[in-house]
């Protein structure tokens, strides 16, 4: 059963929420949309956090929290929640990370201009590219379209939308600066970095329609025939596609392109930190298989060398038994009875004493030690 019921916060209360829990996510709490919340901040005079706070939170790093002024001015603050209009939809952290960056973000760049005004370098030097290339039907997979070359963006595009897929080019790029992203060319294009382990590759292409012409064999060749829609692909492992349609052009998808670029960032750094946590626990679990594994093989050695020391104990009495018969019957042969004395040394367990011409023989087998091979 659902219904109507409203909230009652003070000032500081409303503070301690919006500096502990991101406004996308907080806003759901209160069912209102994430500028409704920052709305109602504002007219409380309640700062919120600033462009990246989130994000320096994700990484531990120093944060710089804006104190609540007049904070002895307890207000209340009436919020009336109306549960019929809840949103049931999956929470999605990363999206709400990606939708707290992108938004509060004045300084994003979401109209692409009608010109190219102080092009960034990347698109100067693609259009440099671009302007010396004719259709040749030839070479290109589909027809009617031109391409720039290895170590530039990967454009595929009939000359017409040249210009367009340029202007495109530069506002992303621009955007991807602003938000911190590195943009780099390489052989194989364009991508954008956030970390050594975190980027994606960037590609602008004219969509095709197959169609099927006859040949002079009477057989049918299938052509690609360039048909004026632009798509964008952002991909690592899979591809983010964003496509020209009749309602809404590329260049009005910009805030929705780089939500869905930060989060599928979101969501990589989210993978990492989980499998960092994962390898966290194998390495831990790894560690105390490993010392109890230590710890039984300790206590087999220990075990085994009671074992020898007590059967070398019994072959040392019948030796004890008989060296001590050979002095009785010859007690004056000193020289026999000093070297048996000093082998039943060598020999008894709870002596083990030292004897440099026994020292290749193994006093539990009675074996000469095998010696190393040294190898020239």
Avoid at 103 to 129: H, M, W, Y
Avoid at 131 to 155: A, C, F, M
Avoid at 239 to 263: A, C, G, M, R, Y
């Amino acid at each position: 059963m659902t219904g109507k019921h409203s909230v009652t916060l003070t000032r500081k209360e409303l503070y301690d929420k919006v500096w502990k829990t991101p406004m996308t996510k907080l806003a759901k709490e209160f069912n209102l949309s994430d500028n409704g919340l920052r709305k109602i901040c504002k007219n409380f005079e309640i700062p919120i956090p600033p462009v990246g706070h989130w994000q320096k939170v994700q990484y531990g790093k120093k944060l710089n929290v804006t104190p609540l002024p007049k904070p002895n001015e307890e207000k209340e603050i009436k919020i009336n929640i109306d549960e019929a209009k809840s949103n049931n939809s999956n929470e999605n952290p990363s999206r709400n990370l990606a939708l707290e960056k992108i938004r509060n973000n004045t300084s994003l760049i979401f109209k692409v201009g009608v010109r190219l005004s102080k092009p960034d370098e990347i698109v100067i030097k693609a259009q440099s590219n671009l302007e010396t290339k004719k259709v040749s039907n030839s070479y290109e997979q589909v027809k009617g379209t031109i391409s720039t070359d290895r170590g530039l963006p990967s454009i595929i595009v009939t000359p017409k939308n040249v210009f367009r897929a340029l202007r495109i080019l530069d506002n992303l790029i621009k955007n991807f600066k602003i938000l911190g992203y590195q943009v780099l060319l390489n052989d194989d294009g364009l991508k954008i970095i956030v970390s050594e382990a975190d980027y994606m590759s960037f590609y602008i292409r004219e969509k095709s329609n197959a169609v099927s012409t006859p040949n002079k064999y009477g057989w049918n060749d299938r052509e690609l025939i360039a048909n004026g829609k632009l798509a964008l692909k952002f991909g690592k492992y899979d591809t983010l596609e964003f496509v020209d349609t009749e309602k809404s052009p590329i260049e009005e998808q910009i805030e929705k392109i780089l939500i869905k670029i930060e989060t599928k960032f979101q969501e990589m750094l989210e993978d990492r930190r989980r499998w960092k946590i994962q390898e966290e626990e194998q390495e831990r679990k790894r560690k105390i298989e490993e010392k109890k594994q230590k710890l039984k093989d300790e206590e087999y050695s220990k075990f085994i060398s009671l074992y020898n020391d007590a059967h070398r104990w019994k072959k040392f009495l019948i030796l004890r038994e008989y060296v001590d018969y050979v002095i009785s019957n010859d007690s004056k042969n000193i020289e026999y009875i000093e070297w048996a004395e000093k082998k039943l040394d060598w020999y008894n367990p709870a002596i083990n004493a030292e004897d440099n011409l026994m020292d290749e023989v193994d006093r539990d087998t009675l074996e000469k030690k095998q010696k190393a091979k040294w190898i020239w």
